[in-house]
């Protein structure tokens, strides 16, 4: 018999609220954390704007020591910490720097890349011929495993402690590997989650692909449209998403609060065939995961009632509805509820996945919908697909029990997780 | 440059990376930085770099081999000073 999942601890440090109270109210009040950049416009970068949480020196000693903070040049794992902390907090436990290891609780928090800016110093005085002096953190900021390195620490996690990636899928994945673990009994709690560093040695690349947006750099609040039909490309972002995943048995022994249940999920890949490529996905593939991730939650299509896509505000997202639709079998006043929350944090890359997740959670759990910003003029494609009024752009009070969270990644990866409403 | 006046250079310097208050504050020229202030091995090269930077002197792989209390850097110090 598998072991039932639940959340029991949310964090996050998103572009438009840090910490969970902040970016509730930001999710509800359809508040855009985008802004415009002065150091891209220096770059020559098209894309000028972009989401970065703020943090301020005071809250950063809050989570890190001095010592840690020496030299520290690291984004993704300042969010990753702050956004893990402060998860596993909420899920009432403390975080004592003597407390006992605990060998039931594990972490994954995936990344793309750790700390990009640390590894640029670290390259100018190597090639400087300087390599002794790079001191003794640059490994532990930019190893892909820096995150989980620091936080488990932080809290003396004695599970399994490590870090995926897989490009904008990386949370999302993140989630369902916690999961299969705890559900296999394997470990009794799994913190899990992404992170992603933000600055334009991230987003550099995909300024090169011209896949960001080059027409909003005057109106940044206005730059993440996904599903709009003015929608000319993403806004990069940036943040951590984090979430305590528990078994059912733990969490009612300790009698924590329970925010949602994790039905299950699927994850696979379109192994860039038919149509699939490095960055186009496999439509079958993505129709395949998501109707998967409902076999696997015991539940059928037509229970799903709100959807968090992974919606960039690429020429994609018309292909995403239709792959939903097609996957579901529903269209038009049938089809779900749709949630972009890029449309307020843009596309935070490998934190997206674990951001929106923890907007989905929040939702259900406090049974609203978020208001889709800036898609007044939906896309005339997805019209066709999706009745215009399940795509608010207002924030709707609704009483439901189950979404679905996907997100899609290059390379051609897939993930779709189904979380419900507890119910005993 | 005084004995006193490296030692308090010193104390400046690892004051960021010791663990151990109370042996920071007896420190002595028989201070080990890893046994007594419990400093994490891996920092004490950051200690050789500030180390370099503050007397404006280059350390080289040996003498950060032998640096492993006050008194040997006390020594390593007046010694590159004098060169």
Redesign the interface.
């Given at each position: 018999m598998k072991k039932r999942v639940v959340i029991t601890g949310l964090g996050v440090v998103a572009p438009n609220g840090v910490g969970v109270s902040d970016f509730t109210e930001s999710l509800k009040q359809g508040k855009s954390g985008i802004m415009f950049h002065q150091e891209l416009k220096d770059l020559n970068f098209s894309c000028q704007i972009g989401g970065i949480p703020n943090i301020s020196d005071d809250l950063k000693s809050k989570y890190f020591t001095d010592l840690q903070l020496r030299g520290f040049n690291s984004s993704g794992i300042l969010y990753g910490c702050i956004a893990g902390i402060d998860a596993w907090k909420d899920a009432g436990f403390d975080t004592n720097p003597d407390s006992k290891l605990d060998y039931q609780t594990g972490l994954i928090f995936g990344t793309g890349t750790s700390g990009v800016e640390k590894f640029r110093e670290a390259i100018y005085k190597l090639d400087e011929g300087n390599v002794r002096r790079l001191g003794s953190t640059v490994v532990l900021q930019t190893m892909a495993s820096g995150v989980s390195a620091y936080l488990s620490g932080m809290l003396g996690l004695g599970n399994q402690v490590t870090t995926n990636s897989s490009a904008c899928t990386t949370g999302t994945e993140a989630i369902l590997m916690g999961f299969e673990r705890i559900q296999n009994g394997n470990a009794k709690r799994m913190l899990v989650g992404s992170c992603s560093d933000h600055g334009p040695y991230v987003w550099g690349g995909f300024d090169a692909m011209r896949v960001m947006t080059y027409k909003h750099n005057d109106s940044p609040k206005q730059g993440s449209r996904p599903m709009s039909a003015t929608a000319s490309g993403f806004v990069p972002g940036s943040g951590a998403g984090a979430l305590v995943l528990e078994s059912l048995d733990s969490a009612l022994e300790r009698g924590a609060k329970i925010y949602a249940e994790v039905l299950g999920g699927e994850i696979n890949s379109g192994g860039q065939r038919q149509g699939g490529t490095l960055t186009a996905p496999n439509a079958e593939a993505v129709q395949r995961c998501i109707k998967k991730a409902i076999e696997n939650s015991g539940i059928n299509a037509s229970e799903i009632e709100v959807i968090n896509g992974h919606l960039t505000a690429t020429s994609k997202d018309a292909l995403e509805i239709e792959n939903w639709s097609k996957a579901l079998n529903r269209d038009g006043k049938d089809f779900p509820y749709l949630n972009a929350t890029k449309s307020m944090v843009g596309h935070c890359l490998a934190a997206a996945g674990a951001i929106e997740s923890v907007a989905s959670v929040i939702q259900l759990n406090e049974q609203f919908v978020s208001p889709n910003i800036n898609c007044e003029d939906l896309h005339p494609e997805i019209e066709k697909l999706v009745a215009s009024e399940h795509i608010p752009t207002e924030k709707i009070d609704l009483n439901f029990n189950t979404i679905a969270k996907a997100s899609f990644g290059f390379g051609d990866v897939n993930a779709c997780v189904i979380f419900k409403k507890y119910q005993e | 440059m005084t004995n006193q006046e490296l030692i308090a250079k010193l104390k400046a310097i690892v004051s960021?990376?010791i663990q151990d208050e109370e042996a920071f504050k007896n420190l002595s020229e028989d201070t080990d930085f890893v046994k007594d202030l419990k400093i994490n091995s891996?920092?004490l090269?950051?200690i050789i770099?500030d180390i370099?930077d503050e007397f404006d002197i280059r350390l080289e792989n040996e003498d950060m081999e032998k640096m492993l209390d006050v008194k040997s850097a006390m020594a390593i110090v007046n010694t590159k000073l004098a060169g």
């Open positions: - | 960021p990376y891996a920092n090269v950051d770099l370099e």
